[in-house]
Structures are given as structure tokens and as C-alpha cells.
């Protein structure tokens, strides 16, 4: 049986992911869209700095966030001063955090998902009338669904497993940034917390694979409904 402090880690941790996921997909699309599909001076650069939080240590991620975003830094003290919105060390950091470190997993799912569709397709709707943004939305979209639907899922499995940032940025506070992870390294400093990190850790496991589970699920349908044929 979870305590309250364990369904309280479960609970934010699944509304992290999704808010996480939520809050970057309309920038993954965008970035994954320009990555595939145009060519323009900056292009290795931005690609680089999307795929830089894969090779930091989730820890500088969270400290460059906390540069920017924390009280004093150079975002987040503006925000502070005219809004008296705080963001460090609540559960917004902790959304962040995980959006920052899922984004490249979403980007580069997308990406691919995209540069696999036929580019004769974009044009020849284009040259029946329709706008960049039509062809975007009726064409590349579904046709990228399943790299989509994948992209959505890695990022939100990311977040379940996140760490190193949201503890510089987010910090442990209980309801507000102690997600799974955190619960799980603050009960293994406990004397007597092994058994509750035990089931947290099993917890972890399970919606992972389940959120895996449904990403190839979803992917199938998709691609049956697109005419595939749906097999692995």
C-alpha cells in the first residue's frame, strides 16, 4: 500500500510528463520541421544546441535553467520584478526541467518521421493552392503521426525518469518538485525508506514500460490507418 507521500510522487510525476510534453510539442515541431526540411546559415549550430541536454550532465542543464529562470537570473528576474512570477523551485521548474531534457528525444523522433515522407507530396499540394501551413497541418502531420506519437511518448517517459535537473532547478520540495526520482533518493537516505523506494521504483518501471507499450500501440494504428500494414 503507497503512503501519501508516495501517491503524492506519482501523481506529480505523471502531471510533470504530460505538462512537460504539452509545453514542448509545439516547439519540437517547429524546430523538428526546419531540421528536416530547410536550409539555412545556423542549422549545424541549432542542431547542436537542441541535442546539447543528451550530452551535459542533467545537473549543468538545471544550473543554466536556474541562471535564467531563478529570481536572479536574466529571465526569470524580470519575470520576478514586473510579474512576481517565481518559477525556481516550484512545480513549474520541475515542468521545465523535464521539458529541457525530453526536448531532444521529441525533436529528433519528429525529425525523422518527417524526412521520410515524400517531398513530392508537399509540393504537389502546394501547387493545388495550398499554404506552407496547410501542407504542414494535412499533409506532413499525418503522415508523421507515428513519429509524432513516438516522440510524445520518449519525452514523457523522459520525464518520469528525470533527476539531475529537476533537483538544481526544482529542488526536493514534497508536492511541488519531488517527483519519482527525487522520492526515490530521498527515501534511500531514510533509515527505514528502502521499502518505499522499493515500490517507487517498481512504480517507475511499470509506467515506463506501459508508456513505451502504448507509444508502439498507437504507432500501429496510425500506420493502419495511413494504409501500412502495421507489422513490426
Given at each position: 500500500m503507497l503512503s501519501h507521500a508516495e501517491w503524492t510522487a506519482l501523481l506529480l510525476s505523471v502531471r510533470v510528463g504530460l505538462l512537460s510534453v504539452v509545453v514542448e510539442a509545439p516547439f519540437a515541431l517547429g524546430v523538428a520541421w526546419l531540421l528536416a526540411r530547410r536550409r539555412f546559415l545556423g542549422k549545424t549550430a541549432l542542431d547542436a544546441l537542441v541535442h546539447l541536454p543528451l550530452v551535459l550532465p542533467p545537473v549543468v542543464t538545471g544550473y543554466l535553467l536556474l541562471i535564467l529562470l531563478g529570481r536572479r537570473g536574466l529571465i526569470g528576474g524580470f519575470l520576478y520584478h514586473h510579474f512576481g512570477l517565481s518559477v525556481a523551485f516550484t512545480w513549474k521548474a520541475a515542468v521545465l526541467a523535464s521539458a529541457a531534457m525530453g526536448f531532444p528525444l521529441m525533436v529528433r523522433a519528429i525529425r525523422l518521421a518527417i524526412e521520410l515522407i515524400d517531398r513530392r507530396l508537399e509540393e504537389a499540394a502546394q501547387t493545388l493552392g495550398a499554404a506552407p501551413s496547410q501542407v504542414f497541418v494535412r499533409v506532413v502531420l499525418p503522415l508523421a503521426a507515428p513519429g509524432v506519437l513516438t516522440g510524445f511518448v520518449l519525452a514523457f517517459a523522459r520525464s518520469l525518469g528525470e533527476f539531475?535537473?529537476?533537483?538544481?532547478?526544482?529542488?526536493?520540495?514534497?508536492?511541488?518538485?519531488?517527483?519519482?526520482?527525487?522520492?526515490?533518493?530521498?527515501?534511500?537516505?531514510?533509515?527505514?525508506?528502502?521499502?518505499?523506494?522499493?515500490?517507487?521504483?517498481?512504480?517507475?518501471?511499470?509506467?515506463?514500460?506501459?508508456?513505451?507499450?502504448?507509444?508502439?500501440?498507437?504507432?500501429?494504428?496510425?500506420?493502419?490507418?495511413?494504409?501500412?500494414?502495421?507489422?513490426?
Open positions: 539531475g535537473a529537476t533537483l538544481t532547478f526544482a529542488g526536493n520540495i514534497e508536492g511541488q518538485s519531488r517527483t519519482l526520482p527525487v522520492a526515490i533518493y530521498t527515501f534511500l537516505q531514510l533509515p527505514s525508506g528502502d521499502a518505499a523506494a522499493e515500490r517507487l521504483v517498481i512504480l517507475s518501471v511499470v509506467l515506463s514500460l506501459g508508456a513505451l507499450a502504448a507509444s508502439e500501440l498507437l504507432a500501429r494504428a496510425v500506420k493502419r490507418r495511413l494504409g501500412g500494414d502495421g507489422r513490426a
